[in-house]
């Protein structure tokens, strides 16, 4: 792994120079930076992909040939890379389907949630049982009447608590298989967040299809058959660390895409576009011959459908003082969603939604972005640090955060189709997760806009880092005692 080594106090380079350096790099990365160079890459992808069983995901050989396409392309242009190799729980869903046997039979599509235990061969035939919804529903023992679930299978709206919660406790009850529904509009796609969590079958069902059975289990018995089946297996794959080899090592600039696909599809959008962004900006940087000031490092990371796995293995490997190192992360995961909004990660808070505010420049990396769309006429808006992409660890470790994000199951509204265009009512990516998250699943103008964004991040903290505050309290603390904060994992979608 290509870590930073321990160096000297943090320090700037301070004065005019260091501005005019920045805005110089910025102007000509933003100008060489082009949806159509990252459409070169994502068409590499697409191929990878149709080669090897139709998608690319971690601890797959589309995946590996992923990563060797991106680390011989790095290698070429002149950096130093390195692959770190780590162990997953490798997925792969044999069977998902729900089949409502009576009264009124019909076929209901469920999706496997990662991690869950097997049904049978053909699945398991029992009874519904619905958890009545409450803020909390299925999340406390109290929601389960004695002997109402036994040998049946428990009907769970989403909220409240994880995926892994409302399973267990619905096996502690006597259930023989879950199925959860959404609390919203679209398809729930979600991990069970550990390999040792799951304790019976477990799928999600729509919003819609979930009420309905629920409307269905109130008049009389329901009776379905659920076949929900997964390979789980231990093997190797490996993230792709790129870093430059000029520039100060104690003010590491590190930027960050996901390369790995779900099985289920390319992973064109989610998040072939993020790596592609994020492979043309480190190529054009290099074809400038630019020496920065900072040392830029490019990752791209494995096993993130999984839990954000890779992210997460790179980040526990590190030293106190190689954080310390580490300037700021920058995230772009799906930067092309074909009916997208644009979001920039909301690093103060200030829309005063879910997760606070990211650590200490957080708000200057989000000022940073929003800045340069502003400057460009280009609309935006704030997106909350959910803990469903690659920042989590860094964000955990007290390293300031950012990124841009294009939207994926959740539905534009209206007024964002009246300030971004696209159609109102549906997903910003209707193919999020799905076979068709392929190459024609890709808007060129939202691409376009956020390699800019890409490029213009690189340009200005590779040689100006004088926005974002230091960290020499915790770093010198740590420094010194060699230890660092405890982190708990955060899983891609685990919590309800």
């Known amino acids: 792994m290509a870590a930073a080594p321990a160096g000297k106090a943090p320090s700037h380079r301070h004065g005019s120079h260091a501005a005019q350096d920045a805005a110089k790099l910025s102007r000509k990365l933003v100008r060489e930076a082009s949806a159509q160079d990252v459409l070169r890459h994502l068409k590499k992808f697409q191929s990878l992909a149709d080669a090897n069983d139709g998608n690319r995901a971690a601890g797959t050989p589309g995946h590996d040939a992923s990563a060797a396409y991106v680390y011989n392309e790095l290698k070429k242009a002149g950096y130093k890379v390195s692959y770190q190799t780590f162990q997953i729980a490798y997925i792969e869903t044999l069977a998902e389907t729900l089949r409502v046997t009576s009264p009124t039979p019909r076929d209901v599509d469920i999706s496997a949630l990662s991690y869950t235990k097997s049904t049978p061969v053909g699945g398991v035939t029992a009874a519904l049982a619905a958890v009545p919804v409450d803020a ?59 390999p040792n969590a799951g304790v019976i079958p477990t799928g999600g069902i729509t919003q819609a299809d979930g009420q309905a059975l629920a409307a269905e289990v109130a008049q009389g018995p329901v009776t379905v058959t659920a076949e929900i089946r997964q390979l789980q297996e231990q093997r190797n794959t490996r993230n792709v660390i790129a870093e430059t080899k000029a520039g100060k090592a104690d003010r590491t600039v590190m930027l960050g895409a996901h390369l790995d696909s779900v099985n289920a599809g390319p992973g064109i959008n989610d998040n072939g576009s993020g790596s592609a962004g994020l492979l043309d900006v480190a190529l054009d940087l290099a074809k400038t011959h630019d020496k ?25 490997a590190l030293t106190p003082e190689q954080k310390a190192d580490v300037a700021l992360y920058l995230n772009f995961d799906m930067i092309g969603s074909k009916n997208f909004a644009q979001f920039v990660y909301d690093g103060d808070d200030s829309d005063a939604t879910g997760a606070g505010p990211g650590p200490d420049g957080s708000a200057q990396l989000e000022k940073g972005i929003t800045g340069f769309l502003d400057r460009r006429g280009l609309p935006h808006e704030g997106t909350d640090f959910d803990g469903r992409s690659d920042y989590g660890p860094f964000i955990e470790a007290g390293i300031p955060s950012g990124g841009t994000f294009t939207g994926a199951e959740g539905i534009k509204t209206a007024a964002q189709a009246q300030k971004y265009g696209g159609q109102a009512g549906v997903a910003y990516d209707a193919c999020y997760h799905s076979a068709c998250d392929d190459l024609s699943n890709i808007s060129k103008k939202a691409l376009d806009v956020n390699v800019d964004v890409i490029a213009d991040a690189v340009g200005t903290y590779a040689h100006d880092l004088r926005s974002i505050p230091q960290r020499p309290a915790a770093a010198g603390a740590a420094r010194l005692a060699g230890t660092d904060t405890a982190r708990t994992a955060d899983g891609h979608t685990a919590t309800s």
């Open 292 to 316: 920065p000031a900072n040392k830029v490092r490019f990752a791209w990371w494995s096993a993130e459908e999984l839990g954000l796995l890779g992210a997460e293995a790179y980040v526990a």
């Open 136 to 194: 909390t529903t299925g999340c406390e023992a109290g929601d389960y009447a004695a002997g109402a679930f036994t040998g049946k299978i428990a009907l769970i709206q989403r909220g409240g608590c994880t995926f892994a919660v409302k399973q267990q406790e619905a096996a502690a009850a006597g259930a023989v298989a879950a199925i959860i529904y959404n609390n919203t509009t679209g398809v729930i796609s979600g991990t069970l967040g550990d």
